[in-house]
């Protein structure tokens, strides 16, 4: 790579929430960025708030779980704003229930969107990481990965990607491709909002109860997960690779 040339971050899930904190902090590091989730149209905002700052950002939508809209994703973004050599899998969702309630669909749901999503973009991304003899990838793990009740589907799945992380570090590392995870706690987003509602608490309570457990007294914000992110995807960062870093306010028992 010239010392003018942009490197190409993808982040997935970034219309909102800790991907769109990603993006934008990101393109404050210099990347062009695209920014993928399903509805191209709901990017809009993430895209706006980088090019406004002076950054380069594309709007992409994308089903992470599909390989073919995957591939023409990668495929775009390739030839839009060059090979996409940072890769941040981000999107999530989730299908919450204690295990006897839970249906398959919902177990099939988050194993689509986190395992089978993060398998599909990095394997579509890795051909040009390869290439250009440099690579990041992180994907997003959870504290919910050490068992959560209600979650046997994600913490399933947010485990799986440790796993994935480290068998990636391992394979790719020769082509100097880095693979890390980071593991939130609670961050504030729709997706704790979701949860609120779920569990019949009002949001500000449902903060308040999570930060009176967290050393540092105080939840988590996407910024917190995002600033973690752009050390991972740094130029500086090619000795760390396959390492889980939780970002939850202290240590998980
Ligand atoms: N918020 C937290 O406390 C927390 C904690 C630990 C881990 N995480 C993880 O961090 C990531 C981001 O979480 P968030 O809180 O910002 O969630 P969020 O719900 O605010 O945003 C997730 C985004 O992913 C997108 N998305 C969902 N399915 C998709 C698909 N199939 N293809 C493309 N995009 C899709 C959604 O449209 C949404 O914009 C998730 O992987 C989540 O599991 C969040």
């Not at 082509?175 to 500000?204: C, H, L, Q, S």
Request: net charge negative; charged share 20%.
């Amino acid at each position: 790579m010239s010392s003018t040339e942009q490197r190409v971050a993808v982040v997935t899930g970034a219309a909102r929430g800790i991907g769109a904190a990603t993006a934008v902090r990101l393109a404050a590091e210099g990347r062009a960025v695209a920014v993928i989730d399903l509805d191209e149209a709901a990017c809009k905002d993430t895209v706006e708030t980088i090019t406004k700052a002076g950054g380069k950002a594309i709007a992409v939508g994308c089903d992470v779980a599909d390989e073919a809209q995957v591939e023409a994703a990668v495929a775009r973004i390739a030839e839009e704003l060059g090979a996409p050599t940072i890769l941040v899998n981000n999107a999530g969702v989730l299908r919450d229930n204690l295990l006897f309630k839970m249906s398959a669909l919902d177990w099939d749901t988050v194993m689509n969107v986190h395992l089978r999503g993060a398998f599909l973009m990095t394997k579509a991304c890795q051909k040009h990481m390869v290439d250009a003899g440099f690579g990041r990838v992180v994907n997003l793990s959870s504290s919910s990965a050490l068992g959560n009740r209600g979650q046997a589907n994600y913490s399933a799945a947010k485990a799986g990607l440790q796993g994935f992380t480290k068998t990636l570090a391992k394979e790719l590392g020769k082509f100097g491709i880095t693979a890390n995870a980071v593991a939130p706690g609670f961050i504030v987003t729709e997706m704790t909002k979701a949860t609120a509602e779920r569990v019949g608490m009002g949001f500000e309570d449902f903060q308040n109860a999570a930060a009176s457990m967290i050393p540092v007294q105080r939840v988590g914000n996407p910024d917190d997960i995002a600033n973690t992110i752009a050390f991972f995807t740094g130029e500086a960062a090619g000795f760390v690779s396959g390492q889980v870093l939780y970002v939850a306010g202290g240590p998980l028992d």
